[in-house]
């Protein structure tokens, strides 16, 4: 299961920008928050013991919150139900891969991921998309980076049936502003650098604002619809910029890794050809 409660703090020199500016640092670390399951007197608490999801989802003893249950979505008070297989409309749309729900194995991986330059501290680089809510139009996926270097190409090109005439407008409402998205995008980065206590990280792509920015349960409910369905290793939270790392700095108990400085630059985005 997942290493819950920790929190790797590497001191940081310099502090990256969304665009991706390099984030260099000492290598010192250390380790906050108690165990979810524990109070300050040790006692144990059950979070979930109250609680009652609906048909195909689980509650998660960290928060107490229920999730879909790995190839389900909706609402997972309610009711989560299996989705059309989209990845597999948008191979037949296009005659390359777009997406999968999953990664089971390094295979998987490695085919949805576009190398990294190693130097640049990335071996491999993936995107995915998580629903935050109910509505969202998607389930959690992990795009083919191999063939989309942004979510917005992946989005107008293979999902013109469930996202019809999507433009650039419509991809920030879904999923960059806090008033209106539904969604959360990142990147899932396999690291080089050595001495971390995981190999896989994940982004989230918000606007820079304070009020935009995920809460603490906000970046482990993305979490825990990427663990569930990343079996291949645990992944961390990778806060990229300045105002996320000052956030994130101020956490306990995350639950989930958060890596503060991976020796990462990341690539500069491009546009849709």
Known sequence: MRNRALIVALLLAGCPSPGGEETEGSSSSSSSGADESSSSTGTEVDLC????????ATCDAHDGRCYCDPDHHGDPDVACTTYPDY???GRALL???????DIPDEATWIDNSQVG??????????????????????????????????????????FQSVLPGFTNADYLALVYYRATRTMIAGSVYELVKEGLPVRFVFTVE?????????????????????????????????????????????????????????????PKPLKCE
Not at 49 to 56: E, H, N, P
Not at 95 to 101: E, I, S
Not at 137 to 154: A, I, Q
């Open 87 to 89: 990845c597999a409309e």
């Open 49 to 56: 013991v109250d609680v009652v999801c609906g048909a195909a």
């Open 95 to 101: 005659g390359h891969g777009v997406c999968v729900f």
């Open 206 to 266: 918000v606007p820079e604002e304070s009020f935009e920015l995920l809460t603490q349960a906000e970046v482990y409910s993305v979490y825990r619809l990427l663990q569930d369905r990343f079996a291949i290793g645990e992944l961390g939270y990778f806060p990229r910029s300045a105002i996320q790392q000052g956030s994130a700095l101020t956490w306990q108990d995350t639950g989930m890794p958060v890596v503060f400085n991976a020796g990462v630059m990341e």
């Open 117 to 158: 330059v190693e130097a640049n501290g990335l071996r491999w680089m993936g995107k995915y998309l998580a629903p935050i809510d109910p509505s969202a139009p998607l389930p959690t996926l992990f795009g083919d980076r191999s063939e989309y270097n942004l979510h917005l190409c992946m989005l107008q090109e293979a």
